[in-house]
């Protein structure tokens, strides 16, 4: 939540929330995602892009507060969810470049704030050729920058199989083949 002051603030109630959870001894996974108003974006599906600054250190500056806020409770991060499609990636306006950028950027805040936090990476929507293109995108990127392996801790993608075992294997083993 941003308050009308521009500060960040979890609600009581939702960090009382993570807290119970991690005393139950139950591993968290945290979503970092959608945009904020305050920033001059629609609610919701806008990724950020290095092309709008005040949105893009916007959302920077929410990482670092909600991991500070979270970290000794929340064992991995999620940078934002499905990028490459429209519902979660408006007019499919940024790219899987600007994604991994934006997820390299989180991810250094995450490191250094919660460096035994496992970060994930994509969390792509299908595994079809759009979804391939788009993951090939975001790892053409982070290789350009470095080790793949040293700055991708986990990638997660949604094969959305519908509970169908063989188009199950063969997601698995489509995304695989991308990958490699």
């Not at 609600?11 to 139950?24: C, F, G, P, Q, T």
């Not at 959608?34 to 893009?56: C, L, R, S």
């Not at 499609?85 to 490191?111: P, R, V």
């Amino acid at each position: 939540q941003n308050e009308p002051n521009g500060e960040f603030k979890i609600r009581s109630k939702d960090l009382d929330y993570i807290k119970r959870v991690d005393n139950a001894g139950i591993n968290q996974l945290l979503l970092l995602s959608y945009g904020n108003p305050a920033y001059g974006v629609g609610e919701g599906t806008v990724i950020p892009k290095q092309d709008n600054p005040t949105y893009y250190n916007g959302y920077l500056d929410y990482v670092r507060y909600t991991v500070g806020m979270v970290k000794d409770y929340v064992d991995a991060y999620e940078i934002w969810n499905e990028p490459n499609i429209a519902s979660f990636n408006y007019n499919l306006e940024a790219s899987g470049t600007d994604y991994a950028k934006l997820y390299l950027d989180a991810k250094a805040i995450i490191d250094e704030l919660d460096p035994t936090a496992t970060v994930l990476c994509g969390a792509i929507a299908g595994t079809d050729t759009s979804g391939k293109n788009y993951t090939t995108e975001v790892f053409n990127y982070i290789k350009s920058i470095g080790d793949v392996n040293a700055l991708v801790d986990a990638f997660s993608f949604h094969t959305y199989t519908h509970l169908d075992d063989e188009k199950f294997i063969s997601s698995l083993s489509s995304m695989e083949a991308a990958l490699d």
